[in-house]
């Protein structure tokens, strides 16, 4: 589709309407940017930090790579970042952005105990480089027993590839009682919830700046990047498929989870037994009191007297 270019005076979106195109489809067939060498290595620096430290926001990560003798600034740790999909964890300004058009549902977990498969599942995104640009990985994740139910990967950030990545999940496995994301503009739009309501299941999204509201994908992050992408330095878009492929059937089928007693997660799946999963509220919300209503039992008690 070279003839949709999108540095013409009519947009994309309008030039897809008129070609009777999608703008998935555009989107879809378009190559990954090529990365220039020295911003791949500050770019693998920072994804290997963040997967380490993934509060650390771009002030700290530009002290961590002056440490390793690289000349940066902020401003180019930030766009680097930015185009990784990275924020800080740490509760700050910006560090969620959902569409500001689309629906944000409340967080359904905190205190729930998570008893049996299917009664939670969720999803998040993760950046993966390569050697000569980069990929999005999406999951799909039972909180019971920590399997992996379906994945996808794209080139770029639509929302196609996680609805398409949902839709597998709900066919292969049925409905999960609730579902669980952050806010990112992905998760929160019509094409993404839409197969949620239609199936009746409870939607649930992140708090802002709660870092721990969907610390089972956070942790899945850091180990499939520990111990596949890091160690294989996948060089191409089909190394890493096959590579993903390959550490799924071991993540689900054969690795022993220290979490569920060393069982897989296919077997607490299919079993029921020796799962679980609970977010706890650590610093749990004060109930405030309202001091005008309190001014108003005053006055009324005063009126009263008089």
């Known amino acids: 589709m070279t003839w949709i270019a999108k540095d013409e005076c009519i947009s994309v979106t309008r030039q897809c309407i008129l070609a009777s195109v999608s703008k998935s489809t555009f989107h879809a067939q378009q190559r990954p940017?090529?990365?220039?060498?020295?911003?791949?290595?500050?770019?693998?620096?920072?994804?290997?930090?963040?997967?380490?430290?993934?509060?650390?926001?771009?002030?700290?990560m530009?002290?961590?790579?002056?440490?390793?003798?690289?000349?940066?600034n902020r401003k180019k740790v930030q766009r680097?970042?930015?185009?990784?999909?990275?924020?800080?964890?740490?509760?700050g300004p910006g560090t969620s952005k959902p569409h500001p058009g689309h629906k944000i549902y409340p967080y359904?977990?905190?205190?729930?105990?998570?008893?049996?498969?299917?009664?939670?599942w969720s999803t998040d995104i993760t950046y993966i480089r390569l050697a000569t640009g980069f990929m999005y990985l999406t999951v799909v994740l039972d909180w019971y027993s920590r399997r992996v139910l379906s994945w996808r990967l794209s080139n770029t950030m639509q929302s196609r590839f996680c609805v398409d990545c949902l839709e597998e999940a709900l066919q292969i496995y049925g409905n999960p009682e609730v579902f669980n994301s952050d806010q990112g503009s992905q998760f929160t739009s019509e094409e993404f919830t839409a197969p949620l309501?239609?199936?009746?299941?409870?939607?649930?999204?992140?708090?802002?700046?709660?870092?721990?509201d969907n610390i089972f994908v956070e942790r899945f992050w850091r180990n499939v990047k520990c111990e596949d992408i890091y160690l294989n330095g996948y060089s191409t878009v089909e190394e890493l498929k096959v590579g993903l492929v390959r550490y799924f059937v071991d993540y689900n089928d054969t690795r022993p989870?220290?979490?569920l007693d060393y069982r897989t997660p296919k077997e607490v799946y299919e079993s029921g037994e020796g799962g679980g999963a609970l977010i706890i509220e650590k610093y749990p919300r004060v109930k405030e009191e309202s001091t005008i209503a309190l001014r108003s039992t005053v006055d009324s008690s005063m009126n009263a007297v008089a």
Request: aromatic letters at 6%; proline letters at 4%.
């Open 33 to 60: 940017k090529v990365v220039d060498t020295g911003d791949w290595l500050i770019s693998r620096l920072i994804d290997e930090e963040y997967t380490r430290h993934p509060y650390y926001g771009a002030r700290r």
């Open 62 to 72: 530009v002290v961590i790579l002056l440490r390793l003798n690289h000349r940066v």
């Open 80 to 91: 680097l970042m930015r185009l990784m999909g990275l924020a800080g964890m740490a509760p």
């Open 108 to 120: 359904l977990l905190r205190g729930v105990a998570v008893t049996r498969p299917n009664q939670v």
């Open 197 to 212: 309501r239609r199936e009746a299941i409870k939607i649930s999204m992140d708090g802002r700046g709660r870092v721990f």
């Open 257 to 259: 989870h220290q979490s």
